[in-house]
């Protein structure tokens, strides 16, 4: 009898047991699943973070798209640049969408013409001064803006260097984690170390160099008069002391030497333009500097500035070099695209003109190339297709975020014509000037409407006269031409002005 009490109280234990146990065996079951699910979709995310590169856009200030030795510039070096353009594609017909700093940075952050915001008066955006006083921007705009896109595609967000933006355009009010304000060494520097971080998600960072734009210094320097160009000079030291570098002549060679075989000869189309716009002309006399440099600066002296330009510029290809080694050091140079470009070029001493603004191809025409090795063919130029900075960057790097993103509906990807596909190329492209709107053709001619002193009309062929000495507006066999790419202005590109 005993034993049969003793059995009855095991059984009723492990009766007990099993019903302590049954809910939580419930439990497991289900929570099993959740972790399997968790980690599939972690696996799911991981792949996609995967599929998609990490993205460096890397661009400077006042670099004309011939300042390159791999664009055949005998008088400048610049292996960092050279070694994107080798290794991936070079494009020759890139543009700005404006060739000021300020207009052209909103166009980057934007993926929009700087002329499609308006300042607190109402009047359209296409100045430094009005592009850095364009007021709040409303939700469409925040949301359709690069850092945005990127965002909602699972990137972190890194800016480093100048900026140059309107308070609610600035990186920090986008979303951007800020790794430094230097727009120096110490801007490559910090962006090598980002790089060598351990990332668990694709980043886009954009590293945004100051240099070759210290020459602007020099004829501020020279014929300063106004007290805004005497604070300018005032508050750039640093500017000033880089420029001064730039300037030295090389070390153990004479005057006489260094004009014979090192510094680089007059540009071609030194003299102004036959015929030039009165635009022009007033856009010179805004600021004395600029007139007195034309007048007054002799042959030499605009030769040593075309020495310094070529010094500065490969002043910032060894910064370019410091974040392409961290890259190769880093193993992720095949999972990493980098862009490389410029906001806008530099006159050089076309037309007797330094500094920027202007539709000239110096001013506007700029570098555009793009390297991700073993998915972009390398080694290749492309002469034709026509490529806006400000409006094809935003979707060709949403293309490769794997999301689709537009802004201003004319932008387009360009990730076909990065890996060697055909696509429908668009046969113009606008851009816009302070003094002016031009729209370039594919097959190579310009039209220019300038503004700035009543409305004055240019044509421009680049196929016989790529220097724009001259003008073939009122020649009768160019008539069908002018028609054409006036219908352009008005019905593509600028329309309601």
């Known amino acids: 009898m005993k034993r049969i009490v003793i059995r009855r109280m095991k059984v009723k234990r492990v009766i007990k047991k099993l019903n302590f146990i049954k809910p939580r065996i419930l439990f497991i079951i289900p929570f099993a699943v959740l972790c399997s699910c968790i980690n599939t979709t972690k696996q799911v995310a ?51 969408t404006n060739p000021v700093c300020s207009p052209a940075r909103v166009s980057l952050m934007t993926g929009r013409f700087p002329g499609y915001f308006k300042d607190k008066n109402g009047k359209q955006v296409r100045n430094n001064s009005g592009s850095m006083k364009i007021p709040e921007v409303n ?22 260097g100048k900026e140059h933006l309107p308070p609610s355009l600035t990186p920090k009010a986008l979303g951007f984690v800020d790794i430094t304000n230097n727009e120096r060494d110490g801007l490559a520097e910090e962006a090598a170390k980002y790089i060598k971080q351990t990332h668990t998600k694709p980043y886009f960072m954009t590293v945004s160099l100051i240099n070759p734009h210290d020459i602007c210094y020099m004829a501020i320097r020279d014929f300063a008069e106004s007290e805004g160009d005497k604070a300018i000079l005032r508050h750039g030291k640093t500017e000033v002391a880089t420029l001064d570098k730039a300037l030295e002549l090389p070390s153990g060679v004479g005057k006489d030497e260094f004009f014979a075989k090192h510094c680089p000869p007059l540009p071609a189309n030194f003299e102004p333009q036959k015929d030039e716009p009165k635009a022009i002309s007033a856009m010179l006399e805004e600021r004395s500097f600029r007139i007195s440099a034309r007048n007054k600066y002799t042959i030499e002296q605009w030769r040593i500035h075309r020495w310094a330009y070529a010094r500065l510029t490969e002043k910032v ?10 890259l190769k050091k880093s193993g992720q140079e095949e999972n990493t695209l980098v862009i490389f470009s410029s906001d806008h070029g530099d006159n050089d001493a076309s037309h007797k003109m330094e500094h920027k603004t202007v539709l000239y191809e110096e001013s506007a025409n700029i570098p555009f190339m793009a390297m991700w090795k073993g998915k972009i063919p390398a080694g290749q130029v492309n002469t034709k297709n026509l490529v806006s900075n400000g409006l094809d960057l935003l979707p060709t790097v949403c293309d490769y975020a794997g999301i689709k993103g537009q802004s201003d509906p004319r932008g387009i990807s360009l990730k076909p014509l990065f890996e060697g596909n055909k696509i429908t190329s668009r046969k113009t ?22 503004d700035a002193v009543g409305t004055e009309e240019r044509l421009m062929d680049l196929n016989t006269d790529p220097y724009e000495k001259t003008h073939f507006t009122n020649e009768q066999s160019y008539s069908e031409v002018l028609s054409k790419l006036r219908k352009s202005f008005d019905q593509e590109w600028f329309p309601n002005l």
Do not use: H, W
């Not at 011939?66 to 890139?94: L, W």
């Open 46 to 96: 991981e792949k996609e973070n995967i599929d998609k590169p990490n993205i460096i856009y890397i661009y400077t200030d006042q670099l004309s798209e011939t300042m390159m030795s791999c664009a055949g510039n005998k008088y400048v070096k610049t292996p960092a640049m050279d070694y994107i353009a080798n290794n991936g594609i070079r494009f020759t017909r890139a543009y700005t």
């Open 139 to 160: 939700e469409d705009i925040q949301t359709t803006t690069i850092a945005a896109y990127l965002k909602d595609a699972g990137y972190d967000l890194a800016f480093g």
């Open 317 to 326: 290809d060894g910064q370019i070099q410091v974040i392409l080694d961290a």
């Open 429 to 450: 492209l606008g851009v816009e000037s302070e003094i002016g709107r031009m729209v370039v053709s594919e097959d190579g001619f310009k039209y220019v409407r300038y």
